[in-house]
Structures are given as C-alpha cells and as structure tokens.
Nanobody, 120 residues
C-alpha cells in the first residue's frame, strides 16, 4: 500500500507564504499525477494544483506553485501572498502503482490533510 503524509500547514498572516509537502511511502513503483486539493469550512473539496510525472503542471491559483521530487516521491505546494479565503484543510492526492505480492497494483490515495489558516 501507499501512504501519503502532508506537512507544512499552520497559521500565517495575510500576505505571507507557506510551503506544503506531501511524501508518499510504501512499496511505490511509480507515481503518475500528484495533486493538491483544499476544503474550506462549509465548502466542497476543490482542486488547487496538479502535476504529472513529467512535470507538466496545472494550477488554478496563480499565487500557488506545485513541484515534485520524483526521487523522493514528494510533491510540494508553494503558496505565496496568502489570503484569508485560502484557509482550509489541504489534501494531497496521488495515483500510480505499487508492488504487492510479486506484481503491480494500481492505487489512488489521499493524505490525512494539513490545516492552513490565514489571518487577516
């Protein structure tokens, strides 16, 4: 199995920056797309940014930059010029394949989330 663990959340003032990390562990064979979602209080979870194994990115927030280190099976989200409306729980999501029982198994996993709070 593959576990995703996020870190880097916290409390920051408006205009500040945070860098989130998400590391995949387990018997990982390959990871295709890696994504960051967020869920604000009372709202549905939404896509923030995504990145493919080849490095192609898709960010719906111009202030945020996604990157990854394939050797470490880790994805990052650099968030700048944070606003109070960026407050929420940020989740990592990844899909790929892992070793199991002598073969490869597809997976798509979610992390447990990390809280980001931006004060005004």
């Amino acid at each position: 199995q593959v576990q995703l663990v996020e870190s880097g959340g916290g409390l920051v003032q408006a205009g500040g920056s945070l860098r989130l990390s998400c590391a995949a562990s387990g018997t990982v064979f390959s990871i295709n797309d890696m994504n960051w979602y967020r869920q604000a209080p009372g709202k549905q979870r939404e896509l923030v940014a995504g990145i493919t194994s080849g490095g192609s990115t898709n960010s719906v927030k111009g202030r945020f930059t996604i990157s990854r280190d394939n050797a470490k099976n880790t994805v990052y989200l650099q968030m700048n010029s944070l606003k109070p409306e960026d407050t929420g729980v940020y989740y990592c999501n990844a899909a790929g394949r892992y070793y199991s029982g002598g073969g490869l198994v597809d997976f798509r996993s979610w992390g447990q989330g990390t809280q980001v709070t931006v004060s005004s």
